[in-house]
């Protein structure tokens, strides 16, 4: 960077992390330039809104800033500036009022995300910040200026502060594709490779059940399985793909899961198919006479199994399993499903890693790099899906854009 005496801010990265920073950087007087590879800003974050926009969540302070591990309390420093509260009413001084789920989740009335994006894109635009699209950023040239590339021209320009905001590596045919991380590492900024967080896992399925089942949920179900805290149990759904498993329920453990797989290899959860009835139960009503009936209609009669819940229990029992209800009935409260390895970072919903938090001061400045600053998913935390990404992403953006207006010398 060329110094503290240009006052005006660079911002790279035009998702909700980078244009919180642009939003509070410019309420404090510093003139802002928004900066994003793509056509547009926000790409991301309006497919996060394709299913409903799930903006945070309503739950208590202390159990929403657990949802972020071995980076709770970082992130609860981001938070008790603009926790959930905040953040709805912020979206309310855009227009767009929220109600609370019945999971507790937080979302729009719209339950879409194009409304908030435009209505803030406009009210940015007219408080002054400019957006420039189609610029991919190389990095910085000799002089500290920022290099990027634009069509099949270069250009460089400098500004007083920067604030990184360009997403992890996940879903990268949006832009957050990663290429910052040797730009960085080359810098002197220390970064954790990026790995898939909230993603699928792959399974050894038998051609019969990928190609008959793929795209089904498999609901409800609880899933079991023994981590470095013991014995995890969570109720809810997930969904059969040719490759493997994915879905919210698989999402809840995929950080501790994946950590698990690069440890030891491939690991083994265990579904109880069956929730709602003991193994007791079971095991007396697959005793009950079939009465000429086959197997898979007595499972659905006896035991409420069958369609893609019946094709995993055909996938794991033996035809000795088949015909003793005690096997039987064991397997459908705790079948055995072995996780392979995670999916492709490309495909995961969001992802682990990048700068380190220890290669960060208090306002998101990298210590190697006075005058940079970063928010957002680059940041290495992770957290599951409801609500809690994006909370992260707003408030880690308000962070590093009230650090680099103090940087700049603003005073706020």
Partial sequence: MSGRNHRSLAVIGGGPAGLMAAEVARAAGIEVDVYDRMGSVGRKFLIAGKGGLNLTHSESFDAFVGRYGDRSALVATWLRAFDADRLRAWARELGVETFVGSSGRVFPLSLKAAPLLRGWVRRLRASGVRFHVNHDWHGWDAAGALRFRVGDDARSVSHGALVLACGGGSWPVLGSDGAWVPRLQHAGIDVAPLQPSNCGFDVDWSAHLATRHAGQPVKPVVIEWTGADGVQRRQGEFVITASGVEGSLIYAF????????????????????????????????????????????HLRRQAGIDGVKAALVFEVASKADQQDPVRLASIIKAL????????????????????????????????????????????????????YLLAACFASGRIAGQGAARWIGATI
Avoid: N
């Fill in 254 to 297: 995929s950080g501790a899961i994946r950590d698990a797989i690069a440890r030891a290899g491939p690991m083994t959860i265990r579904l109880d198919l069956s929730p709602g009835r003991e193994q007791s139960r079971l095991e007396r009503d697959l005793a009950k006479p079939r009465a000429g009936r086959t197997l898979s209609e």
């Fill in 336 to 387: 055995p499903l072995m996780l392979q390895r995670e999916r492709p970072l490309a495909e995961a919903i969001s992802s682990a890693g990048g700068v380190r938090v220890d290669a960060l001061d208090g306002a998101l400045m990298c210590t190697a790099r006075p005058g940079v600053f970063c928010a957002g998913e680059m940041i290495d935390w992770e957290a599951p899906t409801g609500g």
